[in-house]
């Protein structure tokens, strides 16, 4: 996969993992876009970032793309979160994070990530990700 961070560096995006720079209030504007995050609360949002691997894209100082990652750092990752501003969609932003984390020292040699989505099948086959072979596997209890 061609990659281009540096032109996207160039264009004055700033990659960051520091949580300093990713507060809930920042990404609430995020996630009014997203519809499976409509409905969380900034409580929410702040106890879910204190809790995972998040990193981000910030240009101009402004929070306009973020990622999270649930993971004991031993076996598992559970991706999720990946929000982009629609204004900065389409220049590879979302790849450029996940270039980042799937290649974190730390978790790069995880034996299992999972994900969900709805509609982004393509960007994540790009990465590795496939449909589960044994869905009767997975389990969940959804609360809405």
């Known amino acids: 996969m061609k990659d281009n961070w540096q032109s996207l560096k160039q264009s004055g995006y700033i990659f960051t993992e520091n949580k300093a720079d990713i507060s809930a ?4 504007p995020l ?11 900034i409580e929410v949002v702040t106890e879910s970032l204190k809790h995972s691997y998040v990193c981000a894209i910030k240009k101009e100082n402004e929070l306009v793309a973020c990622m999270r ?10 991706l999720c979160d990946v929000v982009v501003a629609p204004q900065h969609r389409g220049q590879g932003l979302s790849k450029w994070m996940l270039t980042e984390a ?5 978790i790069r040699d995880l034996r299992r990530w999972c994900l969900m989505t709805k509609d982004a099948h393509g960007l994540y086959r790009q990465f ?3 449909l589960s072979d044994t869905p009767e596997r ?5 609360r809405e």
């Open 128 to 130: 590795g990700f496939e």
């Open 138 to 142: 997975f389990m969940e209890v959804l």
């Open 102 to 106: 799937l290649n974190k020292p730390e």
């Open 31 to 41: 996630y009014a876009h997203m519809y499976w995050a409509t409905r969380r609360s």
């Open 69 to 78: 990652l649930i993971t004991d750092y031993a076996t598992f990752a559970y």
């Open 25 to 28: 209030e920042a990404l609430m």
